[in-house]
């Protein structure tokens, strides 16, 4: 009996976010194995992502909504409900998921927020091929809720399962780890996968990337590749061509994220695996 065949998207965040970010987004799909970038239309450097992306036929670009911990599109005196004092999405997480939750004018002015977002992303003119959340604020039941109801006048076909399967806990820590982000994650990842069927949504079957957020490198890459399960999986990670210190992925080893994507070890590995890099828009 034949193994099923197996897919996988590489998509990386936060395009957009700094000129470091979009060099590495460019040069991992011209050189690399990059598929797809999600792009923060509110950020500084989008502009130069769209341009980029436009001289990029083979990159799948899609939105990358933010609600938390980033860059309004609109005004913040628009949306004060979500914003600090700093006119900036708050980056408390918990607290900014209870007011969605609970207070409607917050509501009012995410929907807002939200299909300014879809907007804009649709004023660059280019295919949106995905769309999923910063920081996973779309496992959120109100967010997930408005980018369903406001994607389907944008043409959103795909959005990315935030679910991780257990092969990546390889050691008792990384056991630990994965157990704490289930218990977590674990009843609202599997609403999202029944909300987004339910919608005719097309989605991945698991993410890889997500306990390990900030700190792929080659060998962790890899690892991972090894243990790729079959049907369609999403490597997610935040490449940059320096370690550049923006509060959002304070931390992150981009560099290294970067340097994993034009690896030849990895490349060699996919090609050697029988495994074929695609897009979401790929999806049936």
């Known amino acids: 009996m034949s193994q099923a065949p197996r897919r996988l998207i590489v998509t990386a965040d936060d395009f957009g976010l700094s000129w470091a970010v979009n060099e590495a987004v460019e040069r991992a799909s011209r050189d690399g194995v990059l598929t797809c970038a999600s792009l923060m239309v509110g950020e500084e450097a989008a502009a130069d992502a769209v341009a980029r992306a436009r001289r990029l036929p083979a990159l ?4 990358h909504v933010v609600v938390a911990d980033g860059r309004p599109v609109l005004a913040p005196a628009r949306i004060p409900a979500l914003c600090d004092a700093h006119g900036r999405l708050d980056g408390r997480l918990v607290r900014a998921g209870f007011r969605f939750f609970f207070r409607p004018r917050a509501r009012r002015q995410l929907e807002d927020e ?31 809720g408005l980018i369903l109801r406001i994607g389907r006048r944008y043409g959103m076909r795909a959005v990315r399962l935030p679910y991780e399967p257990s092969l990546v806990a390889v050691s008792p820590r990384a056991w630990r780890r ?29 993410v890889l990337g997500l306990l390990q957020s900030g700190a792929l490198d ?20 935040h490449p940059a061509i320096d370690d550049d210190a923006q509060a959002l992925t304070l931390g992150y080893r981009k ?11 990895v490349a060699a590995a996919l090609q050697e695996g029988d495994v074929v890099r695609v897009g979401f828009g790929d999806l049936g």
């Open 60 to 63: 799948r670009v899609g939105l």
């Open 114 to 144: 939200i299909e300014a977002q879809f907007a804009a992303f649709a004023r660059t003119g280019l295919p949106l091929d995905h769309v999923n959340a910063h920081k996973h604020m779309h496992l959120h039941p109100t967010v997930l």
């Open 178 to 206: 994965y157990w704490r982000a289930v218990s977590v994650m674990g009843l609202w990842t599997w609403l999202m996968r029944q909300r987004l069927e339910r919608a005719g949504v097309a989605h991945n079957d698991a």
């Open 218 to 237: 080659e060998s962790s890459v890899l690892a991972l590749l090894k243990r790729l399960p079959s049907g369609v999986t999403e490597l997610y990670c």
């Open 255 to 265: 560099r290294a994220e970067f340097e994993a994507l034009v690896s030849p070890k």
